[in-house]
């Protein structure tokens, strides 16, 4: 079946650094998506990985285990607007050419002053 | 803002009812995708549209439906409503199809549909 397995929530001090665990279970793979989502709004994208490895953008960083089917997005130098819900979501191919976005139900963070 | 925009932002409405939502791309993105999102529940892909024509299904009921148009705006129909289609619908878009290595969705703001 299709899974994607996060943590419900995490809590974190305002300054300090985070790590939000992904794990998927999926027919296909054609990348990985972390999107923040505040409360109410809209997802906005954070980053994408399809390689293995650790993609970095200024205090966030992204990595990847295709093998382990397992991703973690990095958030450092925490601050009080970092408090949001963080989604993990799956690119899978459906058919040649055509895609199907899996989402997990995102990891509420609470950064505490 | 995304640059995506849809209308309206608000609706309540009564079971039984129908109800159109509009979602309108960023400039340039050929590609519209609807989600469903309940309170504890992810984001659940609906469909998606690819310059006007159905690229791919997801857990879309038979009781919704949707289209994009030649201007490339899109509109999620939604009828014979029930107390648990009340949600956040989301709409996003993408440049291509979502084939590209980087071919991000970028989110509306969404509508909250409240059936009572």
């Known amino acids: 079946g299709q899974n994607i397995d996060q943590p419900t929530e995490m809590t974190a001090t305002e300054g300090a650094i985070v790590q939000i665990n992904c794990t998927y279970q999926t027919s296909g793979f054609n990348g990985l998506f972390w999107y923040q989502q505040h409360a109410g709004e809209a997802p906005t994208f954070l980053s994408y990985n399809v390689l293995d490895g650790l993609e970095e953008k200024g205090r966030f960083s992204s990595f990847l285990s295709r093998s382990k089917g397992y991703s973690y997005l990095l958030l450092k130098e925490l601050q009080m607007k970092d408090s949001a819900s963080y989604l993990c979501?799956?690119?899978?191919?459906?058919?040649?050419?055509?895609?199907?976005?899996?989402f997990g139900t995102g990891t509420r963070l609470k950064v505490l002053a | 803002d995304s640059g995506v925009t849809q209308t309206p932002k608000h609706l309540i409405t009564a079971t039984g009812q129908r109800v159109t939502l509009r979602c309108s791309p960023r400039?340039?993105?050929?590609?519209v995708y609807w989600y469903q999102q309940s309170l504890d529940q992810g984001l659940q892909f609906l469909i998606q549209y690819y310059n006007g024509e159905e690229r791919a299904k997801g857990n879309i009921l038979e009781r919704f439906s949707a289209q994009q148009f030649p201007d490339l705006h899109s509109e999620l129909n939604l009828s014979s409503l029930e107390l648990g289609d009340s949600a956040l619908y989301f709409c996003?878009?993408?440049?291509?199809?979502?084939?590209?290595?980087?071919?991000?969705?970028?989110f509306g703001p969404g509508t909250r549909l409240t059936v009572l």
């Open positions: 979501a799956v690119r899978d191919p459906i058919t040649s050419g055509t895609y199907k976005y899996i």
């Open positions: 996003a878009s993408s440049v291509f199809a979502g084939r590209g290595p980087t071919d991000t969705q970028y």
């Open positions: 400039s340039g993105d050929l590609s």
